[in-house]
């Protein structure tokens, strides 16, 4: 970095300032606090943004969310080449940057890691991010110290895309990096079209049976998604939609409502009641990245049948695998050694979705938890799926296999036109447009399901039916260092302190298709116990039980 560089940095940072005691840490997908205290982290993560645009030479995005939190919160997560997240070799160092007490120290570790990653200053492209924010009140502040921390490296150019999902915002990045065109309408194109090619190749006769109800009703939990949505519903006039709790709507964001709320309560988000009975409901997170369905019971107080991420994974694991069972009917076709189809989980989807899975004959794969891990390994298939029971997931398909499919969709198209191989093979390359790859995306997933739904011929209960959720109850253990406890094979086994794991053992072993096990909490000093069983009190003794054992070990 040459003396301009650095004077500019230093003239930069010292307009964002840590405040007094802050300490951020990177989570899962980002930074995320109180939006009082965020400016310089997000500034910060502007710098961050711009060296990796120039060490990969592509373009990045910086979205600023706080997903599921409170209106009061903001956050800022990172997109990368491919519009996934952050590379996780470069966490550590977006930690020590956020927390760099000084313009002078801020400095000093940049030239560091700039000469250690040999990051080109001076290289043919310049650094290029996408902007985006949510509805959040901080949210244009925000993004404005992303763009000043982007632009003080010289040359780098911030782009701002307007309000946006996150989900939008990775597909942008990911669409701008393979040279496609990558608006909003470019999206929401793409989107459509794809849904349409789908709907076209619905069985004659298909689309009404089983009691399906035409009607779906979203909750958009007041944030981005809901306006989105409605977006998306004037170009799919085929679709009988209703969103509430919208963003035009006078409630608070993720207040009551919301995928997360759902999925954790178990009960109707604001503004869905009894009278809504029947009808199958869904629910979007606040930056519309988490999906889940749900049906209203009849019942005053709206308790719900819920329909989780892990019920979504299995809707299209059926649904996929049916397709190349029809593309593999064909001799020929069997010789392609790569069609993989990979369903990725972590320990804490429902046993009940494993088993069924598993007994469809499908390859089961555990990772620990977070979307990070589940998409890496969802990478190393032909076809990899993956969701957690909160709603978040994605599907993945190989570049190689969605060569070959086109060829096959080619050969097919002249040689076997109207087969159902045929239409197996547009029905695959229809759904790796209409699903979001880089990402989790609510929008795109609300319409695979609704399209899976009328292709299946199937209500949300036939869908429900699929198997039926064991028992769970989920503990936390207050304990002096989390550190303490180590774990292995996707954090299902403690490794450390010694015995712990023999304890567990035994206890599950007192019960019923017992099933439990505990991990140290990524961000507090807690122990998370999970537990299932057959029956919910069997689940809820043998947690409590674990959770002594745990604190037992652990003092």
Same mark, same amino acid.
């Not at 994605?394 to 296999?401: G, H, K, R, V």
């Not at 699903?435 to 997933?445: F, T």
């Given at each position: 970095?040459?003396?301009?560089?650095?004077?500019?940095?230093?003239?930069?940072?010292?307009?964002?300032?840590?405040?007094?005691?802050?300490?951020?840490?990177?989570?899962? @997908?980002?930074?995320?606090?109180?939006? %009082? /205290?965020?400016?310089?982290?997000?500034?910060?993560? $502007? &710098? #961050?943004?711009?060296?990796?645009?120039?060490?990969?030479?592509?373009?990045?995005?910086?979205?600023?969310?706080?997903?599921?939190?409170?209106?009061?919160?903001?956050?800022?997560?990172?997109?990368?080449?491919?519009?996934?997240?952050?590379?996780?070799?470069?966490?550590?160092?977006?930690?020590?940057?956020?927390?760099?007490?000084?313009?002078?120290?801020?400095?000093?570790?940049?030239?560091?890691?700039?000469?250690?990653?040999?990051?080109?200053?001076?290289?043919?492209?310049?650094?290029?991010?996408?902007?985006?924010?949510?509805?959040?009140?901080?949210?244009?502040?925000?993004?404005? @110290?992303?763009?000043?921390?982007?632009? %003080? /490296?010289?040359?780098?150019?911030?782009?701002?895309? $307007? &309000? #946006?999902?996150?989900?939008?915002?990775?597909?942008?990045?990911?669409?701008?990096?393979?040279?496609?065109?990558?608006?909003?309408?470019?999206?929401?194109?793409?989107?459509?079209?794809?849904?349409?090619?789908?709907?076209?190749?619905?069985?004659?006769?298909?689309?009404?049976?089983?009691?399906?109800?035409?009607?779906?009703?979203?909750?958009?939990?007041?944030?981005?998604?809901?306006?989105?949505?409605?977006?998306?519903?004037?170009?799919?006039?085929?679709?009988?939609?209703?969103?509430?709790?919208?963003?035009?709507?006078?409630?608070?964001?993720?207040?009551?409502?919301?995928?997360?709320?759902?999925?954790?309560?178990?009960?109707?988000?604001?503004?869905?009641?009894?009278?809504?009975? $029947? &009808?199958?409901?869904?629910?979007?997170?606040?930056?519309?990245?988490?999906?889940?369905?749900?049906?209203?019971?009849?019942?005053?107080?709206?308790?719900?049948?819920?329909?989780?991420?892990?019920?979504?994974?299995?809707?299209?694991?059926?649904?996929?695998?049916?397709?190349?069972?029809?593309?593999?009917?064909?001799?020929?076709?069997?010789?392609?050694?790569?069609?993989?189809?990979?369903?990725?989980?972590?320990?804490?989807?429902?046993?009940?979705?494993?088993?069924?899975?598993?007994?469809?004959?499908?390859?089961?794969?555990?990772?620990?938890?977070?979307?990070?891990?589940?998409?890496?390994?969802?990478?190393?298939?032909?076809?990899?799926?993956?969701?957690?029971?909160?709603?978040?997931?994605? &599907?993945?398909?190989?570049?190689?296999?969605?060569?070959?499919?086109?060829?096959?969709?080619?050969?097919?198209?002249?040689?076997?036109?109207?087969?159902?191989?045929?239409?197996?093979?547009?029905?695959?390359?229809?759904?790796?447009?209409?699903?979001?790859?880089?990402?989790?995306?609510?929008?795109?997933?609300?319409?695979?399901?609704?399209?899976?739904?009328?292709?299946?011929?199937?209500?949300?209960?036939?869908?429900?039916?699929?198997?039926?959720?064991?028992?769970?109850?989920?503990?936390?253990?207050?304990?002096?260092?989390?550190?303490?406890?180590?774990?292995?094979?996707?954090?299902?086994?403690?490794?450390?302190?010694?015995?712990?794991?023999?304890?567990?053992?035994?206890?599950?072993?007192?019960?019923?298709?017992?099933?439990?096990?505990?991990?140290?909490?990524?961000?507090?000093?807690?122990?998370?116990?999970?537990?299932?069983?057959?029956?919910?009190?069997?689940?809820?003794?043998?947690?409590?039980?674990?959770?002594?054992?745990?604190?037992?070990?652990?003092?």
């Amino acid at each position: 970095m040459n003396e301009l560089q650095k004077s500019l940095i230093l003239e930069s940072s010292s307009r964002f300032l840590i405040p007094q005691g802050v300490k951020v840490s990177y989570g899962t @997908a980002g930074f995320r606090e109180d939006a %009082s /205290i965020l400016s310089s982290t997000v500034y910060r993560v $502007g &710098i #961050l943004a711009a060296l990796r645009s120039l060490k990969t030479q592509s373009v990045i995005g910086v979205m600023i969310t706080a997903s599921h939190n409170k209106v009061s919160d903001n956050g800022v997560k990172i997109a990368d080449p491919s519009g996934g997240m952050l590379s996780q070799d470069w966490e550590p160092f977006a930690d020590e940057l956020a927390n760099a007490p000084s313009p002078q120290q801020l400095l000093q570790l940049i030239t560091e890691f700039v000469e250690k990653e040999r990051i080109p200053f001076d290289g043919v492209r310049p650094a290029e991010i996408l902007l985006g924010r949510d509805t959040r009140p901080s949210g244009e502040a925000l993004l404005e @110290a992303a763009r000043q921390g982007v632009t %003080s /490296i010289v040359g780098a150019v911030a782009s701002d895309m $307007g &309000i #946006l999902t996150t989900p939008q915002l990775h597909w942008m990045v990911r669409a701008r990096n393979k040279g496609i065109k990558a608006s909003e309408q470019d999206y929401f194109e793409q989107l459509s079209n794809s849904f349409r090619c789908l709907m076209d190749l619905i069985p004659t006769g298909q689309s009404k049976c089983d009691g399906m109800n035409d009607k779906l009703v979203v909750d958009g939990a007041n944030g981005v998604g809901g306006a989105k949505l409605q977006i998306l519903h004037k170009l799919l006039s085929v679709l009988d939609i209703e969103v509430r709790n919208s963003s035009q709507d006078e409630g608070v964001l993720n207040d009551g409502v919301g995928a997360d709320y759902v999925q954790k309560e178990k009960v109707a988000p604001r503004g869905f009641g009894s009278k809504d009975a $029947g &009808i199958r409901c869904a629910s979007l997170d606040g930056d519309a990245d988490r999906l889940v369905y749900f049906s209203v019971l009849p019942e005053s107080n709206a308790p719900i049948d819920l329909v989780d991420g892990d019920k979504i994974l299995s809707l299209f694991a059926v649904f996929i695998r049916e397709q190349l069972s029809f593309l593999n009917e064909k001799e020929d076709i069997k010789n392609f050694d790569k069609s993989r189809l990979g369903i990725i989980q972590t320990a804490y989807a429902n046993g009940a979705s494993t088993n069924y899975l598993k007994h469809l004959g499908l390859e089961v794969n555990l990772t620990p938890t977070g979307v990070k891990y589940l998409h890496e390994k969802a990478a190393d298939f032909d076809i990899g799926i993956y969701f957690e029971a909160n709603g978040h997931g994605t &599907i993945l398909f190989s570049e190689t296999f969605i060569e070959w499919l086109e060829v096959r969709s080619n050969k097919l198209s002249s040689g076997s036109k109207g087969s159902e191989a045929e239409k197996a093979a547009l029905r695959l390359l229809a759904v790796s447009k209409l699903i979001n790859q880089a990402v989790g995306d609510a929008l795109s997933g609300v319409l695979l399901v609704e399209v899976i739904l009328k292709h299946m011929g199937w209500s949300i209960h036939r869908w429900n039916e699929l198997y039926h959720d064991l028992p769970s109850r989920q503990l936390k253990v207050k304990v002096a260092d989390r550190t303490s406890v180590v774990t292995a094979n996707a954090e299902t086994v403690v490794v450390r302190p010694p015995g712990l794991q023999e304890a567990i053992n035994a206890e599950t072993a007192k019960y019923t298709q017992g099933r439990c096990f505990v991990r140290p909490s990524g961000t507090e000093d807690v122990v998370r116990v999970y537990a299932e069983a057959s029956t919910q009190e069997a689940a809820d003794t043998l947690a409590n039980c674990v959770a002594k054992l745990v604190d037992q070990f652990l003092g």
